[in-house]
């Protein structure tokens, strides 16, 4: 086991990496985060902040050298950089394993391979690829294959030549072409498992989305019990899969009442942030325990719970001359009973950026629910 007053090491400077710091911290740990951004919201609550790329091999030997164990909370973290720094040091999850979910290639094939249900897809690499697709994987979505996020890099395309026409807006890069799904919901799961391959799931989480990005996350999901504790299952299995160490996230499609697996995310997860406030650990803490060879902690939730993404646009108010920039009134939710907010310290909002979000704790989920959107409509 690895204790305090150890240094752990985190690759990645977002709000992830913030809140691993300061569970971290809770523990007694110190943690050095490496990031390029000089204002990254981890940096700026770490120990000591290395200002680099994740290719800059100087700043990661004195990573490397400062720290008994590494983990990361960006999945585009070159595998070369996981590699190298597991020669000196433990790095958890592994390169591996990281690399599997960084590529929508490699993830649907491991998928596959493990007997996941997934969407019918195939690889394109080429427009020869678009002009021999099978008639019946459209409706579809394109998909860059690496480094999309927040439905960014990807074009919904209604047949052969509008996906031909996105894959050169894409500028040839390699995608995945899948077949477009008619979702009845989405939902995810996050895990942890240990280096013994113990694991802990916590409760199923139903994400709605607004313009790609994660709007709502409610928990309890509303889906009958029997899915959702099937979804635990099969993010289990996706895990031992990868012989995964750390918290994972697994993202469901729900179609025709039957679970699909979209994707997964090899760090904690934005649907998972109500485990802060309506868990006795909560997904980052498992981070750490799972990083530090700790026995996993209890995941259970002492509560319903919803969660808001603050988003940047809240920062631009309509006026008579045009948006104006400034601060949303915090004060407007501070009022709300059992509502807890975080902001991530970002330095300027721009629209579409996370800024912060907060959770809505209750009894009842529609309870939850109905409560976080009235808070939500009192700030903007
Ligand atoms: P990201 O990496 O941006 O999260 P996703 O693959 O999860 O990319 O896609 C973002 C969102 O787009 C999903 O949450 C879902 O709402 C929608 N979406 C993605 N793939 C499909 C699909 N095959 N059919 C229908 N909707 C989809
Ligand atoms: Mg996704």
């Known amino acids: 086991m690895i204790l305090p007053p150890a240094n752990l090491g985190m690759l ?11 569970a971290a911290h809770e523990l007694g740990y110190k943690v050095w985060v ?15 902040h290395l200002v680099a790329g994740y290719d800059d091999y100087p700043a990661l030997d004195e990573l490397a050298q ?42 649907k094939n491991f998928l596959r391979q493990h007997g996941l249900p997934i969407a019918d897809f195939i ?21 860059v294959a690496r480094f999309g996020y927040d439905g960014k890099g990807q074009a919904v395309v209604d047949g052969r030549e509008q996906a031909i026409a996105a894959f050169q807006h894409f500028q040839g890069e390699t995608c995945v072409l ?8 989405e939902i995810s799961v996050v895990l942890a498992r240990d280096e013994d391959g113990r694991m802990k799931s916590f409760p199923a989480v139903e994400n709605s989305h607004r313009k790609g990005i994660l709007d709502v996350s409610l928990v309890p999901a509303r889906a009958p019990s029997g899915l959702r504790s099937r979804a635990a299952e099969l993010a289990e299995k996706i895990a ?18 039957e679970l699909v697996v979209n994707e997964m995310a090899p760090r904690p997860h934005n649907s998972g942030h109500f485990t802060l406030d309506a868990c006795l650990t909560s997904q980052y803490e498992q981070q750490v325990r ?16 919803a969660m808001v993404n603050l988003l940047g646009d809240l920062w631009y108010e309509n006026g008579p001359a045009g948006p104006r920039y400034r601060e949303p009134d915090w004060s407007q939710l501070h009022a709300f ?10 330095h300027h909002a721009r629209h579409g950026r996370k800024m912060g979000h907060f959770t809505v704790v209750d009894d009842d989920p529609q309870q939850a629910r109905e409560r976080a959107l009235a808070a939500r409509a009192a700030i903007g």
């Open 290 to 305: 799972a990083l530090c060879g700790l026995p996993l902690g209890d995941p259970r939730a002492h509560s319903a719970a």
């Open 12 to 22: 990645g400077g977002g709000q992830l990496g913030r809140f691993f710091v300061a």
């Open 123 to 143: 690889a394109v690499t080429g427009e020869a690829d678009l002009r021999s697709a099978a008639p019946g994987l459209f409706p579809a979505i394109l998909k």
């Open 66 to 107: 400062a720290c008994t164990a590494i983990s990361t909370e960006f999945e585009n973290v070159p595998a070369a950089t996981l590699d190298y720094l597991a020669k000196f040091v433990l790095v958890r999850p592994s390169a591996a394993a990281v690399s599997v979910c960084q590529n929508r290639i490699a993830e």
């Open 34 to 48: 490496l990031d390029p951004d000089p204002r990254s919201p981890a940096g700026l609550i770490a120990d000591r």
């Open 178 to 185: 899948e077949q477009k799904l008619a979702l009845g919901s």
């Open 337 to 346: 009973a059992g509502l807890k907010l975080h902001l991530y310290g970002k």
């Open 240 to 257: 031992d899969g990868l012989g995964y160490i750390g918290t994972l996230a697994v993202e469901f499609f729900v179609v025709d009442g």
